[in-house]
């Protein structure tokens, strides 16, 4: 004769087996999402880059001072933190001390300084004092608390990502 079971025990198995593997693999998943996040950052940097470019190409080299000049070059990509998309007067626009301050990495730089919205973007320029156009910039992209998007390198040195020219 054959003993009955119930079939709570295998119930049972299988939700703790898939309490198991969430508890595994979300950790993992909201990491992943993150680092997702971020890299969108980059690419809307690289975006914002594409019409300062373009901008700089039908003006003669010159870099524009506000959004209100790269505008029509511009093509609105969205914050991966809010799903909105980045206007370019949402753009935080700052300007440099030197000419060679766009280039800087240091968290301790204007680049590290500035802060902005989860996702957002900052475009920093320097005008030389003989002339009336920047001849340099910097792009920033801010990460989740609004920080400018950084990287620890495997020197345990912290380096802010910037995109410059």
């Known amino acids: 004769m054959k003993k009955s079971y119930s079939p709570w025990l295998e119930i049972l198995i299988v939700v703790l087996a898939g309490g198991l593997i969430w508890i595994l693999g979300y950790p993992q ?20 880059r594409a ?16 959004s209100e000049e790269f ?8 914050n991966p933190y809010s799903n909105k998309s980045i206007n370019p007067e949402d753009i935080i626009i700052f300007q440099f001390d030197s000419k060679e301050e766009p280039k800087e990495q240091s968290p301790d730089s204007k680049n590290g300084r500035i802060r902005g919205t989860a996702g957002g973007l900052a475009y920093g320029y320097f005008i030389a004092e003989e002339d009336s156009f920047p001849s340099a910039y910097g792009i920033l992209g801010f990460d989740t608390q609004g920080r400018p998007l950084a990287e620890k390198l495997p020197s345990g040195e912290t380096k802010v990502f910037v995109l410059y020219e």
């Open 29 to 48: 998943y909201e990491e992943n999402i993150e680092i997702n996040k971020r890299y969108q950052v980059r690419v809307n940097m690289h975006t914002l």
């Open 71 to 78: 505008k029509e070059f511009f093509s609105t990509p969205s």
């Open 51 to 66: 019409a300062i470019e373009n901008y700089a190409a039908y003006n003669k080299g010159k870099f524009p001072r506000s």
